[in-house]
């Protein structure tokens, strides 16, 4: 996508600085061997067992104070891995989102990425409220992007394959917010590769957007496609939830959201896509959301609803009562709220009315800035539409092996 451009400056600096990457390295290993060393991984499958891979990358949890307003990079707009690696919010994030992916049967992970300074990669690119740091910002997505084509590449050479008979697995690719934005440039470099599109079930690129430009400049986008039905393989997922229709200009007087102009966006309680620019011919009902899953963290980190302990409620808050669910095989401490929430996709973003939102997952319970109006639910996407999205991780699967793959044999199979 155009704000993704790396001007020729930047890619001078990337040069001039690859030592660096290494430097932030948690070993000596550097490039795809790094990924060899079982500690960069944030989760690795114990026994890699089922027949699909989901390889997943977490939002931004690290938010540095930088106070130069300029293009010069220095090392703080990047986390290393030795800080991915003591950081809990990683834990947290990857937990919560990628618990969807348990159920239906799949072996996960997680690359640890030196992650970009995420709220100064916005400002610079997305709002563009600091636009002086433009290039630096540039530059620590692509020190953030190579580890995760590392972790790619390696993943792809050393584990997504069969033990047996050494066939490669199918495997969906998953994200959110910076996660996504890394996943969204490798789709664009890595797959006009005709043998990568037939090995991926789906792409859920969530919490990010692409764009009619972003379609338009990379063939390997227009190959896969935005996902429009509820079945679909081999191609996109993305949404962003939001109060208002439109771009990120519309959550408020200073810029939040995360919403692009001329964004695509699929609706995850129908499966149905909307283009730049479109809107749902109507809004669908709470009554098609299969149920909301909120976690309840231990600190440091606080639960997704409710203010931390010693906190005031405030008015029309009530306290949640947690209780154990089996998730993905795990015992896990949350809440669950079936017909959590409509949807509609509208101008680019997935619209929904937070004023309707029962408790105890009414808007003001929810951490902030999300529970603030006018609302954006950017660290909430995958939770209010959970089970909808754990549903079709089976379908799409499902869907995948139909003409295509063998379960019993595990061999590729020809049309």
Not at 30 to 36: A, E, F, L, M
Not at 326 to 337: E, K, N, S, T, W
Not at 350 to 366: E, F, H, R, S, W
């Amino acid at each position: 996508m155009k704000i993704m451009k790396i001007w020729i400056k930047t890619i001078i600096m990337l040069v001039v600085l690859n030592p660096l990457i290494a430097l932030n390295a948690s070993s000596n290993e550097t490039g795809v061997n790094k990924y060899s060393i079982s500690t960069n991984w944030q989760t690795l499958p114990a026994n890699a067992s089922h027949a699909v891979d989901v390889f997943f990358l977490y939002p931004t949890t690290y938010f540095p104070d930088i106070k130069s307003n300029s293009s010069a990079y220095s090392p703080i707009w990047n986390q290393t891995i030795r800080q991915a690696q003591a950081d809990p919010s990683i834990s947290t994030q990857v937990a919560s989102k990628s618990s969807v992916f348990n159920k239906a049967g799949t072996n996960l992970y997680v690359p640890y990425f030196q992650q970009a300074a995420g709220l100064y990669v916005l400002e610079a690119l997305l709002w563009k409220t600091n636009e002086a740091n433009r290039a630096a910002a540039n530059l620590a997505l692509e020190i953030a992007y190579k580890d995760v084509e590392n972790a790619f590449d390696y993943f792809l050479s050393h584990y997504s394959k069969d033990d047996n008979n050494n066939n490669p697995r199918p495997f969906i690719l998953a994200g959110h917010s910076q996660g996504s934005n890394l996943l969204l440039m490798l789709l664009q470099r890595r797959f006009s590769d005709a043998t990568l599109r037939e090995r991926l079930v789906a792409a859920y690129v969530i919490g990010w957007s692409i764009t009619a430009d972003d379609i338009s400049n990379y063939p390997a986008l227009s190959q896969l496609g935005i996902c429009s039905s509820r079945v679909q393989t081999g191609c996109i997922i993305t949404y962003n939830t939001q109060q208002n229709p439109g771009d990120f200009s519309q959550t408020g007087p200073s810029p939040t959201g995360i919403v692009q102009a001329n964004a695509y966006s699929v609706n995850p309680l129908t499966w149905a896509a909307s283009g730049p620019n479109e809107m749902e011919t109507t809004a669908v009902p709470a009554t098609e959301n299969l149920g909301a899953l909120f976690y309840k963290f231990q600190p440091p980190v606080n639960p997704q609803l409710g203010p931390p302990p010693g906190g005031r409620l405030a008015e029309g808050q009530v306290w949640p009562t947690w209780k154990k669910y089996l998730i993905g095989g795990v015992d896990v401490d949350a809440v669950v709220i079936a017909n959590f929430t409509g949807a509609q996709n509208n101008q680019g973003a997935l619209v929904i009315d937070p004023t309707a939102l029962p408790k105890p997952g009414n808007y003001q319970n929810l951490n902030a800035p999300y529970n603030l109006l006018p609302g954006w639910y950017h660290n909430y996407d995958y939770s209010f539409f959970f089970f909808n999205l754990e549903l079709n991780v089976m379908d799409r699967i499902a869907s995948y092996y139909i003409g295509r793959y063998e379960v019993a044999t595990k061999k590729w199979t020809v049309y």
